[in-house]
């Protein structure tokens, strides 16, 4: 399995990609985000599902993106269009021969960017039949993978108008409570955002290691944060009457 995430915000993008890859027994690291495009005009892939599905379709894209001549497709929507259609042919190839071995045809993405003919960038989530999603204000960020983990806090906390700086320990965040709970996400990581200001692409990786401050912080003060919930109303009902005691009133030292 994996988890990768896809945000718009009024700042731009952010998109995040764990790298575990694992196979029955097996665990294995590889690079989940892809980028394509110009020098200037570029957008990002991101999948999860069956690898030699995700390859095949991504050398079709590719090589329909070379046989255009174009620096880059017209728009994101373009690009998502050629992603189906590529998807859709080796559907057409494949489906039949995987599923005579028991293997599902299975391959989810997430594509986002701002080429030459988009207002604002785009974010769309791709399906296995080719159908597709796309984020808006109300709902900025879409996900693949095992995605029950990191929904809650992005919920919760994550808006449009979320400044990038945030929008970042968001995403974060949400890859640490997936890591946390399920053994098929993990580090490493990779991250990307694009910034409408300067419509500057920026892109880094993270190992395990790299990320031990925050992963220790967030632990101790989610600790801290539950310490500090309003006991009532359950105490009074559900726990002895001296442990109440306890709660109200301070320690004199005496």
């Known amino acids: 399995m994996t988890y990768c995430l896809g945000i718009r915000i009024r700042d731009g993008l952010v998109a995040l990609a764990d790298g575990r890859v694992t196979s029955g027994s097996q665990m294995a690291a590889a690079q989940k985000l892809t980028m394509m495009g110009g ?3 570029r957008f990002f892939v991101m999948t999860s599902g069956l690898r030699s599905v995700r390859d095949k379709v991504l050398t079709y894209l590719r090589r329909n993106h070379d046989l ?5 497709f017209p728009s994101v929507l373009d690009a998502a269009t050629e992603f189906t259609r590529c998807l859709r042919q080796v559907a057409a190839e494949d489906k039949a021969h995987l599923e005579a071995a028991d293997l599902k045809f299975n391959l989810h993405a997430v594509i986002g960017g701002r080429l030459a003919q988009d207002a604002e960038p785009a974010v769309f989530l791709i399906y296995p039949e080719g159908n597709w999603i796309t984020v808006d204000q109300r709902m900025p960020y879409l996900s693949i993978g095992t995605t029950a983990y990191g929904k809650p806090i992005l919920d919760r906390a994550l808006k449009y108008e979320t400044r990038m ?12 409570s997936s890591r946390f709970s399920s053994t098929d996400v993990g580090f490493p990581i990779d991250l990307l955002t694009y910034n409408n200001e300067d419509r500057t692409w920026r892109q880094t990786h993270f190992e ?4 031990r401050d925050q992963r220790l912080w967030w632990n101790r003060e989610i600790t801290q944060l539950a310490e500090r919930l309003p006991d009532q109303p359950w105490v009074g009902r559900l726990l002895p009457s001296e442990a109440l005691r306890l709660a109200v009133v301070p320690d004199d030292g005496g």
């Open 68 to 72: 255009s001549r174009d620096d880059c």
């Open 208 to 211: 395990y290691d790299d990320l």
């Open 165 to 176: 700086r945030d929008a970042l320990k968001l995403a974060y965040l949400s890859f640490d």
């Open 39 to 41: 020098a200037q005009d």
